[in-house]
């Protein structure tokens, strides 16, 4: 999968030397957004909780066009809010062609960008929801909160998107050569993860005024520590018709752990929503499982995580929208422990949330 990568990669490279003539320097503009929230909790222990939360990034993004046809840009994304080990977001170049289009550096990989799971118009979401700002996970419950095999991360990475055959059909793989840290400097090492690859299928298109999106995605990555090999799968469609849009995928983690492990991560997860959209209202209910095995030392127990949410949008004016949503979430596993001891027992934490805020993009 790596000589296909590379491959296709010096194909769209090839045009880029042989052919190309001066073109306009590139020019950096200025976008980003802005997520204000405000939320109370009503947690298992009986506390209620209200919390805030912000999230902002800020784009310097620009491109330029050759006299061939390939176009180069540059994207960074600084961090809005106070990040100590992450200040820089993400922060990559991109060249696309008539052959598809390479991304390098720091930027998710096709497992995260091409995929589907359920559609979702709320604050929290469901696949990948934002639940543990509001319902502590106390017992560190790992169970799987999306279904996309994106575990690769913003780690520095070569990815080839192709361009869209037949309106309606593209494929991607991303290559990974380390996830020693974000920015992943000099040589890798074996213990951390590493030689991660991953690869979508997906399908979009309509039928008989119903629109069909479908992806299918793989991930690998090997680790010589504890951890072992892991296997990432997950599949995803979504029906749309007359605004209604009906849909979910499936998610499933296999990993080798090596002798000394003492948890094997083997983890699924599905989720399923329906959302309808008129004018600038929209409204979505959905829900996610996902679990995992637990500890060596549970009797093989299971960590699960559910969430629920109804949630409702209505954009208010380009570039400013209001969301809230009231949200179900709760952490369980069979372990040999309690919220505030070591004796045997089952652990929960669920809590319900209402959300509301502010969303501005620029």
Known sequence: MKKILFGTTALVAAGLVTTAQAADKIKLSVGGYMNQEVGIADNKAGETNVNL?????????????????????????????????????????????????????????????????????????????????WVSNASSNNARTSIDVAGSGDHEKITYISPKLLDMLQAGVSYTPSLNGEDAKGVSTT???????????????????????????????????????????????????????????????????????????????????????????GISLGYHHGEAEGNAGDNGSNEKYDTAELGFSYEVSTGIDFKSGV????????????????????????????????????
């Open 53 to 133: 939360v912000s999230n902002t990034e800020v784009f310097f993004k620009g491109s330029t066009t050759l006299d061939n046809g390939i176009t180069i840009g540059a994207d960074i994304q600084l961090e809005g809010n106070s990040q100590a080990g992450d200040q820089i977001d993400e922060s990559y170049a991109w060249i696309e062609s008539s052959w598809g289009k390479v991304i390098l550096g720091t930027e998710n990989g096709v497992g995260d960008l091409i995929t589907t799971h359920a559609p979702a118009v709320g604050p929290n979401g469901i696949d990948g929801s934002n639940s543990t700002f």
């Open 327 to 362: 949200s179900y979430t709760k952490f369980s596993e069979d372990v040999e422990l309690t919220e505030t001891s070591g004796g045997v027992g089952e652990y929960e934490s669920d809590g319900w949330v209402w959300v509301n805020g502010i969303y501005l993009s620029f």
């Open 191 to 281: 213990v951390a993860t590493h030689d991660a690859v991953e690869a979508t299928v997906l399908l979009d298109t309509t039928v008989g005024g119903v629109g069909i999106r479908t992806s299918s995605s793989y991930a690998h990555a090997s680790n010589t520590g504890a951890t072992g090999s892991t296997k990432q799968f997950s599949a995803g469609l979504n029906l749309s018709m007359a605004g209604f849009t009906l849909g979910g995928g499936y998610g499933r983690t296999i990993t080798k752990p090596n002798q000394a492990a003492t948890a094997s991560g083997d983890g699924w997860a599905y989720n399923i929503g329906l959302s309808y959209a008129t004018g600038p209202y």
